[in-house]
């Protein structure tokens, strides 16, 4: 028999349609709407459900608008675990999970905050700094201690940094197979500490080396994972880690929870979090363990590291960005940013528009699917403002944006907005900055 769907409730979130196991579920003019002929009628939709809109034939809705919590509630655990203590009430309620997650060695009980300090080619990348300082409020919240972990090779300068950073203990895998970055060993690496030590929550940034290895791990680890998160928080009541990001193209923002697996885990964007206040001489205790892992146990080797051109690398750490926009309208006129950029020792980037017109590549693409950056200045040359780039940029200290459209929306969260043509605008912006700088004007 196939699901219910009550059209007046339905807000069209779309929730139902990605939990939806055999794709049975669509969207049609904004609102759910089911295939009877692949419905196998799990149950999976109606628990996810924020809205009441679904039920199943043999489990209709009570008449006061509330489900009957014996037939499959979205508040209602399917299948507790043998140590839950309580379950989510009936109705809207909510009472406190205290589910006991069976550990996997080492103790019965999961506990502590880890941040993965990304350490690769002599350079640690800022996102771990920035994440020791919300790993700090998370721990906090929930009453255990804050710990950075380092895989690499010759990783010792490191650990005095995490200590400076907040970090009350540090472990450490040090081993010459490390030297280079590859999937394989590192999640190795990083697993073996996780079923040793039992951590609660884990994070990483969501770097191209987060978004490779952390989902390996996870695997290994048979738990959730929650990537490019861009706020993370503790709920009060059952403790759980809330993981906030973009969802469905950046138009609502997801926040999920990993009720039964162990560890909790998500990667976070760069520069969406603050970092925080280093405290020179700060120590803790560091705890080295062994890898007795060999070359022959990986499958891949590096044969060369060439660094990326300066201009398109590391955008999450620039300083000053100047971004475009499809309002340049042509690849021939990207010069006009290039030489603003050059005057100013600034990184160029773009909008998703601009990287799929040709003009610039991926890495330097700001945005929900590109890098979220956090710069001191950031120079919008011709973007309207969509909000799948504004998440990626508005946190930037000081935004200039220029646009001949007083309408839109790049306008609202500039420090300040030129309403002009752009083609005038930016050469003449070029030549002031260039005499000011070359004669040591600062403003």
Not at 288 to 299: G, Y
Not at 373 to 399: C, N, W
Request: include cysteine; charged fraction near 25%; glycine fraction near 10%.
């Amino acid at each position: 028999m196939a699901l219910n769907i009550e059209k007046s409730k339905c807000i069209g979130c779309g929730a139902c349609v990605v939990e939806c196991p055999v794709e049975a579920l669509d969207l049609v003019d904004g609102l759910a709407v089911v295939d009877p002929a692949k419905c196998i009628s799990c149950g999976k939709c109606v628990k996810i459900c924020p809205a009441d809109a679904l039920s199943l034939p043999d489990q209709p809705a009570k008449s006061d608008g509330k489900r009957d919590p014996e037939a499959g509630s979205k508040f209602n655990i399917q299948d507790p675990l043998p140590d839950t203590v309580e379950d989510y009430a009936q109705g809207n309620e909510k009472k406190t999970i205290r589910a006991q997650v069976t550990p996997v060695a080492g103790g019965d009980v999961w506990s502590g905050v880890w941040v993965i300090i990304e350490y690769n080619n002599g350079k640690v990348a800022p996102v771990a700094w920035e994440l020791l300082g919300e790993g700090r409020k998370l721990a906090d919240a929930i009453g255990c201690g804050l710990c950075g972990v380092v895989t690499g090779y010759q990783v010792d300068t490191v650990v005095p940094e995490a200590f400076a950073h907040g970090a009350e203990k540090v472990y450490v895998i040090d081993h010459p197979v490390l030297k280079d970055y590859r999937t394989e060993p590192y999640a190795e690496a990083i697993t073996s500490l996780v079923r040793k030590y039992q951590p609660e929550i884990i994070l990483m940034g969501a770097t191209s080396i987060g978004r490779d290895v952390f989902p390996a791990v996870a695997t290994k680890m048979q738990t959730g994972l929650t990537a490019d998160c861009t706020v993370l928080g503790i709920d009060p009541e059952t403790k759980l880690l809330q993981q906030t990001r973009p969802a469905f193209g950046g138009n609502i923002m997801a926040t999920i929870l990993c009720r039964k697996s162990r560890p909790q885990m998500a990667t976070v964007r760069p520069r969406v979090m603050a970092m925080p206040e280093r405290v020179e001489g700060r120590e803790g205790e560091v705890i080295r363990e062994e890898f007795s892992a060999v070359e022959s146990d990986f499958r891949t080797k590096v044969l060369e590291f060439i660094p990326s051109d300066a201009k398109s690398a590391f955008l999450d750490k620039a300083e000053i960005i100047v971004a475009v926009g499809l309002g340049i309208a042509a690849k021939r006129n990207m010069v006009l940013a290039e030489e603003l950029a050059d005057v100013l020792g600034a990184t160029l980037a773009g909008t998703r528009g601009a990287v799929e017109a040709g003009w610039l590549t991926h890495d330097q693409q700001v945005g929900q699917s590109g890098v979220t950056v956090r710069p001191k200045v950031y120079i919008a040359i011709g973007i309207s403002g969509a909000i799948q780039h504004l998440v990626g940029m508005e946190t930037s200290d000081f935004i200039i944006a220029i646009n001949n459209d007083p309408e839109a929306s790049i306008l609202k969260v500039a420090n300040y907005g030129i309403v002009g043509d752009l083609f005038q605008i930016v050469p003449a912006m070029t030549a002031e900055f260039k005499k000011r700088l070359q004669h040591g004007v600062a403003n």
